[in-house]
């Protein structure tokens, strides 16, 4: 890329006369947008005036019209009544005449007979009224006829006297001499309602007749639209101004300015933006006022579709909508005159910018270019200095320059040059030590380097010692541990064993499961150091687990003499997907160290839902509260760290301090929290919060309870089962289990007489070790699993691994299942039935029986306020069914407390039960809503 040589003299005149341009620039774009806002907003006003002014004027138009119409309207009926009447009084004297001339010469009825006669084709108001002549005795002489001159009777005349509208007429007559009648009549064969006939009677004494006729008000209407909207299509007004006139189907009554619409349905016509424009109009004219409505029209003069507002209005009774606009375009010719007038006081305005602006940039010029003659000088000053700076040490003359700001640069340029000197000296002596320095400094670096490499080397070692001491450490006891349980659950199910010997046999066994306990906790701890603990989510049956807890602990709390109470709450969900073992183990330390620190009063275990996101998601809250001494708030925090204990406990009650560091490090990782309340003396409350995904309600099918298996179910075949273990002790605590069932037993030391009894013998199913001499039980499994027959045969791991990774391996190798010693009976017969099932047969296991608990106020103010609550209601209503109700709602998470309330439900003694809640709510402080 070229250099681009600019110089110091060009740069100032081009950002002179740039300045000058954009302020010129600038001005004339301002003053343009202040013209233009100027223009659009006075056209804007123009517009709205206009739009206002002729909005009132056609409004005026249309309700002249409206009041024309409605005054035609209203008198059709007054016209009819005079109409008719001026026909009977015609008529009457016709009558009078004939009867007055032929009084001498003929008889009465032959007079009756002309008179009949002369007035039968008579019709009223252009043929399409007629004459009717009633008797005051005999009824209808002569009845109104239908104008086809058929001479059929019309009603009232066709059902005779018995019609109400002849006695009226003749009741008129009778009374008054001549009157006004009015009544309804439905022509057959048409459509739209009663017709209102209007009629007018006279008695004609001489022959005792009541002469009349009659009119039909619709034939009078009909007569007075067409009058009307001939009238309306010639009114016109302004210079495209006309009226229009709709019926409200659509179809065109009257059009001022296209009348070739007369006649036609534009009901679906829409302008050139959409606008249904008769279907606004009619909508607008069915408004008890009107309204107005803005659309486009072809105009008159031009042909072309302009915008317009009309104002419409409707008559309800004709189903009307009468109309008229204007064309809002004609305000533009007023608008275009201001425009002109605005460019050309625009077009001023920039003259005189121009001129101001080029007197300005004359004289700025001038006085810059004075100004840069004494810049240039004292730049080739700094030129001359900066040219020999690099070969000299001269300085600048500061006397001799023109402005302060360049003489304080040539103070500065001096200093440097001073300073320049300074360091070019200190950086000779530098340079002599500067090779000598980077050696050492090399040295260093690459040594520290070779200690941090040890020390990672000496760390990784140190991880793999400490796991591989661990899974040796926990083999080396587990196998032990296998055979002191094994053996001690074998001799306890012995049906001769003494009580005293049982007692002996279940400390040996709760010895052996709490060395077990302290062994899977320093595992779980070393997992969860290591980052190596992953969540196993299942379906689990959250109901079921808490049962089994309350269940699991009813020992303990039995031999301790304490209360253990669960209570959870009605929304609690049953089915949902969590980490199942992980939870058991939080609840089991939780609720084990709260039976380990209580020696009076009871422990209660609650869960209840904190928090319902969407149905399908939960916050799920366990609380499990004791009566023991309590925790000082200075250890809440410490007690969750491992290995750490409070002090102030016995030694028989200090535990291994890994449960609650176990449990913490659980419930963090099931993306929850964990803490504990209480005060010293009052007990403690250990508390936590985990999401679980909530599955959706089924009915579940209770699980039945297993007894202790004693024998084979019958029908069942022989199994050969085979015994790969090298520790003695282990292949006989195996070999008493199940030689008592009469299986068909064989056992191996080692791998390899494992592999030659398969290959003899063929087993069902092999129990396998996996340390083992010679052979180990992995190459065991895989070279019996190669064999063509080895597929049919299920082999089950029973090994003292308990590392989930060696687990994986194993199962890995080929193994169908596997085993952690030490083991139950109950998880060996499991894997029977699983793999072969085999069937055995048990005896009846009773449920353990319920925890009693007192009933007072203590324990009912436990409760949810919502159930308590409830049960208050249906209490003070005294609703027998409703207390049953509310006591079943309690069972579902106090089943103790709903067994103590059911007796006094049952005998009706709901006032002590209402005494006890009043005294509850005293106790919690809650108050009734």
Known sequence: MAERNLSFQRILWTAVGGLLSGIVVFIVIFQAITRYDEFKDRAAAMRAAFVEQQQQMIKREVDRVIERIEFERRQIVPNAGILVKEQVHEAYAMLENIQQRNAETKSPEEIKRAIIDVLRPMRVYRGKGDFFILDLEDGIVLGAAESNREDKPLPPFRDGVNHPAIAGMIGVARENGEGSYQYSWSKPGEQGGDMLLLSYVKLFKPFGWILGAAISAKDLEADTKKELLDEVAKLRYGKNEYLFIDDWQGVVLVHGAQPDLVGKNIWEHQDSHGVKVVQDLIAAAKTKEGGYVFYSWRKPDTGEERPKVSFSRGVSDWQWMVGTGVYIDDVEADIAILQRSLKAGLRKDIFWILLGSGTVGVLLLVSVRRVFRRLL????????????????????????????????????????????????????????HLEEEVAERTHALKEKNRQLEQAKEAAESANRAKSAFLASMSHELRTPLNAVLGFSQLMRNDPDVLPKQKESLDIIARSGEHLLNLINNVLDISKIESGRVELETTHVDLHQMLQEMKSLMYVRVQEKGLEFTLEQSGDLPRRIVADGGKLRQILINLIGNAIKYTTSGGVILRALVVKQEPPELARVRFEVEDTGPGIREEERERIFIPFVQLGGQPPTEAGSGLGLAICKQYVELMGGEIGVAGEPGRGSEFYFEIPVAVLPVEEFPAEARHGRVIGLAGGQPRYRLLIAEDQPESRLLLRKLLESFGFDLREAVNGEEAVALFQEWRPHLIFMDIRMPVMDGLETTQKIKAIDAGAETKIVAVT??????????????????????????????????????????????????????????????????????????????????????????????????????????????????????????????????
């Open 800 to 929: 003292a691994h308990a590392l989930e990774e060696e687990r994986r391996e194993i199962l890995a190798a080929g193994c169908d299942d596997f085993i952690r010693k030490p083991y139950r009976d109950m998880e060996i017969l499991d894997a029977l039935t699983k793999h072969l099932g085999v069937r055995f047969v048990r005896e009846e296991e009773a449920a353990p029986p319920p925890i009693a608990v007192q009933l007072n106020a203590v324990a009912l103010a436990r409760l949810p306020d919502g159930l308590l609550k409830a049960l208050e209601q249906a209490l003070v209503r005294i609703d027998i069914a409703a207390v049953d109700g509310a006591v079943e709602d309690i069972r579902a998470c106090n089943i103790p407390l709903a067994d103590a309330l059911a007796p006094l439900a049952r005998d009706s003694e709901f006032g002590r039960i209402l005494r006890l809640i009043r005294d509850a709510r005293g106790e919690t402080g809650r108050s009734r809503q």
């Open 377 to 432: 000088r004292d730049f080739s000053r700094f030129d001359e200095f900066f040219h020999e700076a690099a070969f000299a040490d001269r300085e600048i003359e500061v006397s001799g320059l023109t402005f302060s700001e360049l003489r304080g640069m040539a103070l500065n340029a001096n200093k440097m040059l001073r300073d320049k000197v300074a360091a070019q000296e200190r950086l000779r002596k530098h340079l002599d």
